[in-house]
């Protein structure tokens, strides 16, 4: 995975807003152009209402006109690497083939790797719509 990703993810994460969990992740996907966007959990009052820090980078992603990610990499200040959320799991395969690679890592530099498809096997798709 690039560190380029680990970089942007570190980062970002320190701009998460988590006043009621305290639990801070930070996000980096590579879109298909190359481009990398990041995103960090936004927590509000109505707790758990708020934002991952995966659909912020993939709005990120989607805001600046593009649609389909190769890599991903999220991170947290966790004992051990943090896996997406099932929603969120569900948003990078929107965006991404399953061959995907996916980094969870700590702030630590623990990192696991995986791919979309091991992370949400037999992800609901678009063809599942068609009639």
Do not use: W
């Amino acid at each position: 995975m690039s560190q380029e990703l680990r970089a942007a993810a570190v980062q970002v994460r320190e701009n998460a807003h988590a006043p009621y969990s305290n639990f801070k992740v930070g996000a980096a996907i590579r879109a298909a152009s190359g481009v990398v966007y990041v995103g960090c959990n936004v927590e509000n009052v109505a707790y758990p209402e708020g934002t991952c820090a995966e659909a912020g980078a993939i709005a990120a992603m989607v805001a600046a006109g593009e649609t389909e990610l190769t890599e991903a990499y999220v991170v947290a200040g966790s004992d051990l690497p943090v896996t997406p959320c099932g929603g969120c799991r569900q948003k990078l395969a929107e965006f991404g083939a399953g061959t995907v690679p996916v980094t969870m890592a700590t702030t630590a530099g623990v990192e696991e790797h995986t791919t979309l498809a091991d992370l949400l096997p037999g992800a609901f798709a678009a063809a599942h719509m068609e009639g």
